[in-house]
């Protein structure tokens, strides 16, 4: 079991806008920022959303990221075909002293 | 351009050791903190280790406290894994990731497969 929560999977049509939570406590999302993480299969995450909603060089901007509170949110617009992967928020807890993931988000673009 | 190669993964008897590295190259190693994740088969992501790029402060998650050891060499840019008590559990692909800033694993190695069974 997660500390942070995320839904095991969501889905939309090509071209719509996607959103994926990941809710967490105090002592991780609540004051630390958040992280989100891409994974196709059979390859290393990589870094998609930095500091609750930076974006590093060369993700597109249809990628956003936010934080209110204890929770964080992955938005992805303009839904393709390619966006279909694996998402992760992650952060520090600072209760348990080691870094901590959500269980997982499978993007399914119909 | 950033590096990260792991290797040192292989199949090893439950109870039985192994020694992870990961080689890095294209940044100034001895500035980065470093980290070791690993995802079990068909699951998710998990956190297994942090050391400071000092080695002055080094976390371990409770899942593998008091059997695994995180160490780094910033002379030979290396970051290390020492596993040993090893469990069927503890099979999965382990990844090394360098910390930013700004905090988030900003890059990763391709991972090595460790599988413990009889």
């Known amino acids: 079991q997660s500390v942070l929560t995320q839904p095991p999977s969501v889905s939309a049509a090509p071209g719509q806008k996607v959103t994926i939570s990941c809710s967490g406590s105090?002592?991780?999302?609540?004051?630390?920022?958040v992280s989100w993480y891409q994974q196709f299969p059979g390859t290393a995450p990589k870094l998609l959303i930095s500091?609750?909603?930076k974006r590093p060089s060369g993700i597109p901007d249809r990628f956003s990221g936010s934080k209110s509170g204890t929770s964080a949110t992955l938005g992805i617009t303009g839904l393709q075909t390619g966006d279909e992967a694996d998402y992760y928020c992650?952060?520090?807890?600072?209760?348990?002293?080691?870094?901590?993931f959500g269980g997982g988000t499978k993007l399914t673009v119909l | 351009e950033v590096q990260l190669v792991e290797s040192g993964g292989g199949l090893v008897k439950p109870g039985g050791s192994l020694r992870l590295s990961c080689a890095a190259s294209?940044?100034?190693?001895?500035?980065?903190?470093m980290n070791w994740v690993r995802q079990a088969p068909g699951k998710g992501l998990e956190w297994v280790s942090s050391?400071?790029?000092?080695?002055?402060?080094?976390f371990y998650a409770d899942s593998v406290k008091g059997r695994f050891t995180i160490s780094r060499d910033n002379a030979k840019n290396s970051l290390y894994l020492q596993m040993n008590s090893l469990r069927a559990e503890d099979t999965a692909v382990y990844y090394c990731?360098?910390?930013?800033?700004?905090?988030?694993?900003?890059?990763w190695g391709q991972g090595t497969l460790v599988t413990v069974s009889s």
């Open positions: 990731a360098r910390d930013g800033p700004p905090p988030c694993l900003d890059h």
């Open positions: 294209g940044f100034t190693f001895s500035s980065y903190n």
């Open positions: 050391i400071s790029s000092s080695s002055r402060s080094i």
């Open positions: 105090s002592s991780n999302i609540g004051n630390n920022y």
């Open positions: 500091e609750n909603n």
């Open positions: 992650g952060t520090w807890d600072t209760r348990l002293t080691i870094g901590v």
